[in-house]
């Protein structure tokens, strides 16, 4: 078995936290990482604070593997994700001239290239630009910290650019199971088939059926496939038992 490759998302925004702005990246980061063998342990969400997002970087990076942060590297007074996360390494920040050239050749009238635009250049000294064609402000890489922006579209864009350079563990395999009965009904038995394959981890997920009954979907994930399917064979043991009893 290789390494264990763990993740934190921290999302960034006052929009997110007061409902204006749903959040649309933590999904699409965490099917994004389970795909290329990541596994995504936290999310946090945080205010456009200064000390808050300082505490929660800190927190995220000294625990997994890798942090991604979405929002805040915009151009406007309360985009401090840049100067928050240069604050959190302990290293300065300034206009990046690569960046500054970028937006010259984009903004060609000397009025267009005003002081908020010129906020989107500013990068924490050390760290590496993710940037493409199509990405006019980049985001960041350092140390173990990927900043992104905030926008899907272009967070996705950074995304498939940053992912070629991570460190990738094992995939997470899983298998589904219909349960066709209640999740009360099959929890004491669950706990127990848990217990008994511990390298693996059983999820009970209820929904209400095609007939609008209560039913239970059974997600069970391993990284080996044998201990997969062992316990996969004995949640659909258990549940023909439990059928032959009704």
Not at 58 to 78: E, Q
Not at 188 to 216: M, Q, V
Request: negative net charge; charged residues 25%; proline residues 4%.
């Amino acid at each position: 078995m290789g390494d264990i490759i763990t993740a934190g998302v921290l999302v960034i925004g006052d929009e997110i936290l007061s409902g204006r702005t749903k959040d649309k990246n933590i999904g699409f980061i965490a099917d994004y990482l389970t795909n290329i063998g990541i596994d995504l342990k936290e999310a946090r969400i945080v205010a456009d604070d200064e000390a808050d997002i300082v505490a929660a970087l800190n927190a995220l990076r000294s625990r997994y593997t890798y942090v991604f942060t979405t929002g805040g590297i915009g151009p406007t007074h309360d985009d401090i994700t840049a100067d928050s996360v240069a604050k959190a390494h302990g290293v300065g920040i300034d206009h990046h001239p690569e960046v500054v050239a970028r937006f010259r050749e984009r903004y060609k009238n000397p009025d267009e290239l005003n002081e908020a635009r010129l906020r989107m250049a500013r990068i924490p000294a050390g760290a590496e630009l993710i940037q493409s064609a199509t990405i006019l402000a980049p985001g960041f890489r350092i140390g173990n910290v990927i900043v992104m922006a905030g926008v899907p579209s272009i967070m996705q864009a950074m995304m498939d650019i940053i992912a070629p350079t991570l460190q990738a563990g094992e995939r997470m395999l899983s298998e589904s199971v219909r349960g066709d009965c209640r999740e009360g009904d099959i929890g004491t038995p669950l706990r127990a088939i848990a217990e008994a394959h511990p390298d693996t981890t059983i999820g009970s997920y209820p929904f209400l059926d095609e007939n609008g009954k209560p039913n239970t979907s059974l997600v069970v994930r391993s990284r080996d496939q044998a201990k997969l399917t062992a316990a996969v064979d004995a949640v659909k043991a258990m549940l023909a038992g439990l059928k032959a009893t009704l």
